[in-house]
C-alpha cells in the first residue's frame, strides 16, 4: 500500500506561485510513478502532469504546460507541483496520485493510489 497526503494549496492572486507537496509512505516510493490531477466543481478531474513509467520523462497538459513543473525527491518521499503564472481558471482540487501500471500516466483510471486533495483558489 501507498499512502499519499498533499500539502501547499491556499489562495493566491492571478500571477502568483504555489508549491504543492505530496508526501508518500508505505512501499518503496521510487517505484511508483506519480501524476497530478485536479478537479474544478462540476467538472470531471482532469490530468494536470505525471511521470513516465521510467520516471526519465514528464508530461504536463497542454493547459499548464510552461507554467507548472512536477518534480520528486527520492530521498523525501515527495513530489512537487510547482505552479507560477496562475490563473482563475486553476482553480480546483488537486490530487496526487501513484500508480503500478506502465503507460504515460495521463489518465485517472491509471492510477491505484490517491491522496485526499489540497484546495487551490486563484482570484482575478
Known amino acids: 500500500q501507498v499512502q499519499l497526503v498533499e500539502s501547499g494549496g491556499g489562495l493566491v492572486q492571478a500571477g502568483g506561485s504555489l508549491r504543492l507537496s505530496c508526501a508518500a509512505s508505505?512501499?518503496?516510493?521510487?517505484?511508483?510513478?506519480m501524476g497530478w490531477f485536479r478537479q474544478a466543481p462540476g467538472k470531471e478531474r482532469e490530468f494536470v502532469a505525471a511521470?513516465?513509467?521510467?520516471?526519465?520523462?514528464?508530461d504536463h497538459a497542454d493547459s499548464v504546460k510552461g507554467r507548472f513543473t512536477i518534480s520528486r525527491d527520492n530521498a523525501k518521499n515527495t513530489v512537487y507541483l510547482q505552479m507560477n503564472s496562475l490563473k482563475p481558471e486553476d482553480t480546483a482540487v488537486y490530487y496526487c496520485?501513484?500508480?503500478?501500471?506502465?503507460?504515460?500516466?495521463?489518465?485517472?483510471?491509471?492510477?491505484?493510489?490517491w491522496g485526499q486533495g489540497t484546495q487551490v483558489t486563484v482570484s482575478s
Open positions: 496520485a501513484a500508480r503500478r501500471t506502465q503507460g504515460r500516466g495521463i489518465s485517472e483510471y491509471e492510477y491505484q493510489y
Open positions: 508505505g512501499r518503496t516510493f521510487s517505484r511508483y510513478p
Open positions: 511521470f513516465t513509467w521510467s520516471g526519465g520523462s514528464r
